[in-house]
Structure formats: C-alpha cells, structure tokens
C-alpha cells in the first residue's frame, strides 16, 4: 500500500485527494490515512491541506523496495527489485535468484553489504546509509564473449546518471571504476553462468560512494565520495533511477548493433586516461603506453613503442604513470 500511495504522489505535480487515492488504489480512506501515517514516520514530508489533499513535499534518503519502486521509470530494468537491509553481496544474492529462475532485469539492491567484493574476491567497502550497492540479473540471448561489454554499458550508465543528474565529471577508468577528480567512486563486477556455449545469465554489481567521509586503510588511498568531491546530498533512489534508465538505453543499443560501435565515441569521452600514459598490469606482461580508446568490442587501445595493442579486461588492470589513474 505505502508504495502505491508514494507512486500516487510521486506522480501528481499537484495534490490527490484522499477520495481520488481511494479510487485509484481501490482502499478505504482509513487504508489511505494509515500508510500516509506510516510515509509520515519514516521521513516522508507530506503537505495534506483540507479539501486539495495530499502532496509530497521531500523524500528521506531511505533505500527500501517502496521508495525504489514508486520512483522507477524504467522500461525493463529493476520491473522487479528484491531489497536487503543487509546482505553478504548483491551479487551472490542475484546469482542465487537466477538459479530459482528469477526473470531477466531483477534488481537487488541493499543497504549493507557484508561481503562486497571487486575483481579478484577483492574487498569492497560497503557501509550502511553511504552507498549503493545494487546487482542486476540479466539473460540475454547473446554469446558469453560478448558479455564483457556489459561492464562498458554499466560503466557508460553510472557516469552519465552521475553527470546529468548531478552535474559532476565523472569519468571512467577503464573497464571497470568510475571516478570523480581521479578518485574512485565506483566498481562494478560483472560475472557470468554459462551451458554448453550459451549465457545462463549475467550479474552486474555495481558499488557507488555517495556520502562515505572516510575509508578503511587499503581503499583510502584511491577512493573518494559523491559528497566528499562535492559536498552534495545525494537522494540514492533517485541515483539508482537514473543509473537503470541510462542502462536500458545504451543496453538497447548495443543488443539492436550487436557491438559498442554507437557508445565508443561517447565512451571514449569519459575515458579518465584517454591521452595519458597508463601502465597495464598484465600478469604475464606488464607494459606501458598511451590510452586511446576503446574498440568497438571494448577492448582498450594503448600506444607503445612497438605500435597499437589491444587490451582485453580479463585480469589486466590499469594505472596511471605515477598512481591510480
Ligand atoms: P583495478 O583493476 O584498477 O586494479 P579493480 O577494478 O580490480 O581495480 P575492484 O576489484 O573493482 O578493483 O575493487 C576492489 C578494490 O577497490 C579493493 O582492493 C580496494 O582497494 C578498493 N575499494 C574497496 N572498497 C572501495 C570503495 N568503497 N570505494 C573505492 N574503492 C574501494
């Protein structure tokens, strides 16, 4: 009820009356008073004047299924949200979903996560009312080799939710972080079942540092925060909103063209090392050149001495000259 009395409001620039809300949700006007009761408690300010009726004036900054579900604008992605307050990881709660069968674009999203966790099984900090912290199941009927521009697509969405809806710089390093004044403030991990050559299904989790202040010993030295950067508050279901709509355009794209040749412009734009020297960590054979760009199969383009490479995600990672980016 409280999420269809929020969509109700949301979706009203003026006031509903407590007559339309009962019609529309087909509740009696007690129903009606008691989820605006319950809206009221947990940080919703609404306006109720007598004989024009409700109208929202502020939402708390609260992460719960309602409050996900009745701002959601999006075609496919998140149709259907399965929220934790805490969890071990978004992704290993997706994973567990696509095997009970759950459908193409469900979102998990949580508030803590327990385990989170980067490339590598590698740590990702994930404080409670400072992130998001989010994964979504996909099943697409494309070949596992393409399922790594996943992460180009993902990555394309979080900077330009961050952009637009914030007007900030965020660029990306490639594949995988996005950072804002070559600090990190997002990661995404994308991870993948397959049968015989087919996708089973893809988890793309994605981690952002919206009001984190401070870091653990290991992250501090290359993350930062939406608020630390630029002392803004950040609504994270809006954030989260818009990062899906962004999704679902440029994952349309890319399943119409097949490749990233339509992104790979916009891409490389917010390549943060585009033009710089980068050294790529590659664990058989590091080397360093400078970034250009990426192919229109995602791989990086780097610049050496000994002409053009082409770099593939896989367990390489990036690093500027003289530090992260
Ligand atoms: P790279 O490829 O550049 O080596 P990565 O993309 O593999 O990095 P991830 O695996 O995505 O890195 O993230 C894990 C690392 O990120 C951790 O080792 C830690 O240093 C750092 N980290 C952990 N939590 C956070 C956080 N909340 N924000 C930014 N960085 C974090």
Redesign the pocket.
């Known amino acids: 009820m409280k999420s269809e009395i929020l969509t109700a409001l949301r979706n009203t620039k003026e006031y509903v009356s407590g007559q339309e809300l009962c019609e529309k949700l087909g509740v009696s006007r007690t129903a009606v008073w008691k989820g605006m009761k319950k809206l009221k408690e947990e940080g919703y300010q609404i306006e109720a004047i007598p004989n024009k009726g409700y109208r929202l004036m502020e939402s708390p900054d609260v992460l719960n299924a309602e409050e996900l579900e009745s701002i959601r604008k999006t075609a496919w992605a998140g149709k259907q949200i399965v929220y934790y307050h805490v969890t071990d990881s978004t992704n290993i709660q997706a994973k567990r979903l696509a095997e009970e069968g759950f459908p193409h674009g469900t979102l998990v999203v949580a508030e803590r996560q327990e385990s989170g966790r980067?490339?590598?099984g590698?740590?990702?900090?994930s404080p409670e009312h400072a992130g998001v912290f989010m994964t979504i199941l996909l099943r697409p009927d494309f070949e596992p080799k393409q399922a790594s521009m996943l992460t180009i697509i993902a990555a394309m969405a979080v900077t330009k939710a961050i952009q637009t809806m914030m007007q900030l710089s965020a660029k990306i390093k490639w594949p995988?972080?996005i950072v804002l004044n070559d600090k990190?403030i997002c990661?995404i991990?994308t991870e993948m079942s397959t049968e015989m050559d087919a996708i089973n299904y893809v988890v793309i989790g994605i981690?952002i540092?919206v009001s984190n202040r401070q870091?653990g010993e290991?992250?501090a030295k290359?993350?930062t925060s939406i608020a630390i950067e630029s002392g803004m508050q950040v609504h994270r279901a809006e954030l989260i909103e818009s990062v899906w709509e962004w999704f679902e355009f440029y994952y349309d794209r890319f399943c119409k063209d097949g490749d990233l040749e339509s992104i790979r412009k916009e891409y490389d734009a917010c390549l943060v090392n585009r033009d710089r020297q980068v050294r790529i960590l590659d664990p058989k054979e590091p080397f360093v050149g400078i970034a250009k760009g990426i192919t229109k199969t995602g791989e990086l383009i780097v610049e050496t001495e000994e002409g053009m490479k082409q770099v593939s995600s896989g367990e390489v990672?990036?690093r500027g000259i003289y530090g992260y980016v």
């Open positions: 980067g490339r590598r590698r740590f990702w900090e995988n972080d990190k990661g991990l981690g540092n870091f290991e992250a290359i993350a990672s990036v």
